[in-house]
């Protein structure tokens, strides 16, 4: 596609539900990225693949936190057990190779989760 | 550890006047990047304009420029002849020199434009 697309674009999930966010980067982009960007705050790293390699996971702030991009196309985030601290808007990047600087991001519109 | 500082939360300009966005930041990298990104309420990230920390020169794009200080670690971001489309969140970013490449961001400016 043209661009990175999100889905869903809002969420609302009782709080202990399991939730599922999706990431279509763009055609042929090798590296994604997953940011969590929690109300009046910039984004925070979450994860990052290249292909279908999840080559850091250090900013998942949980257990409860899991990505996978199977086909090293599609990247779901799932959040398990949900809780409040985790409402927050869940963006999407994706680039042709790595740094934002020498190949650029692509991000999304992101997904808003609100867990009541 | 890095870090990225924007110390003021609001700003406000009026239509055609320019106003400067302030940004500092840490990181023991010699060689590293830094970014300015808009995001409107749409929330997606549009990248305004970066600076790679080795060159001296300011980066320029058109309407915005940076004042880039290497020793100071700072990094602000000017924005001239200001128009109702640039009031947006402004986030300051550093990349991450490592593996990742990822971005580190700052808690952003609200910029409002005034007609």
């Known amino acids: 596609g043209a661009g990175v697309s999100q889905s869903p674009r809002y969420k609302v999930a009782k709080r202990g539900q399991d939730v599922a966010l999706r990431c279509d980067p763009i055609?042929?982009?090798?590296?994604l990225f997953w940011y969590q960007q929690a109300l009046g705050q910039g984004p925070e790293f979450l994860t990052y693949f290249q292909n279908e390699a999840q080559l850091d996971k250090s900013g998942l702030p949980s257990d409860r936190f899991f990505a996978e991009r199977p086909e090293g196309s599609v990247s779901t985030l799932k959040i398990q057990r949900t809780q409040q601290e985790d409402s927050a808007v869940y963006l999407c990047a994706s680039s042709l190779g790595g740094g934002q600087f020498n190949y650029g991001y692509t991000f999304g519109s992101g997904t808003r989760l609100t867990v009541v | 550890a890095q870090t990225v500082t924007q110390s003021q939360p609001e700003m406000s300009v009026q239509e055609a006047e320019t106003v400067t966005l302030s940004c500092t930041y840490d990181?023991?990298?010699?060689?590293?990047?830094l970014f300015w990104y808009k995001q409107p309420p749409s929330r997606q990230m549009i990248l305004v304009i970066r600076q790679e920390a080795y060159k001296q020169q300011n980066a320029t794009e058109n309407r915005f420029s940076v004042n880039f200080q290497k020793a100071a670690k700072s990094f602000s971001l000017k924005i001239s002849d200001s128009q109702l489309g640039d009031a947006a969140m402004y986030f300051c970013?550093?990349?991450?020199?490592?593996?990742?490449?990822?971005?580190?961001f700052g808690t952003g400016t609200l910029l409002a434009v005034q007609p």
């Open positions: 990181t023991s990298e010699s060689d590293y990047y």
């Open positions: 970013a550093l990349e991450d020199g490592g593996a990742t490449n990822k971005l580190i």
């Open positions: 055609s042929g982009h090798v590296s």
